[in-house]
């Protein structure tokens, strides 16, 4: 995630909404340097086609924009 987004404490779960189930997972977990790990994207039995072209389409909770209207970073 762009580095001014809070995404709160290391090891914090995450909750993941798929939008239009571009995905499995549901959940997933802080790490460090902002990110956010996502184990079994499509799921643990390969039911989930993965080939390209792809496109990933999710909200995660709990997240915070930052404050000001400064541009967050990259993505």
Same mark, same amino acid.
């Given at each position: 995630?762009?580095? =001014? $987004? #809070? *995404?709160?404490? *290391?090891?914090? %779960? $995450?909750? &993941?909404?798929?939008?239009? #189930? @571009?995905? $499995?997972?549901?959940? +997933?977990? $802080?790490?460090?340097?902002?990110? &956010?790990?996502?184990?079994?994207v =499509?799921?643990?039995? +390969?039911? %989930?086609? #993965?080939r ?6 999710f909200? &995660? ?6 404050? @000001?209207? %400064?541009?967050?970073? %990259? =993505?």
């Amino acid at each position: 995630m762009p580095p =001014f $987004v #809070n *995404i709160g404490e *290391i090891g914090r %779960k $995450v909750i &993941i909404k798929p939008v239009d #189930n @571009s995905i $499995v997972a549901r959940e +997933g977990t $802080v790490r460090k340097d902002n990110t &956010i790990e996502i184990i079994n994207v =499509f799921g643990t039995d +390969g039911e %989930k086609n #993965n080939r390209a072209p792809l496109t990933i389409d999710f909200i &995660i909770e709990g997240t915070q924009n930052p404050t @000001s209207t %400064k541009n967050a970073g %990259k =993505f």
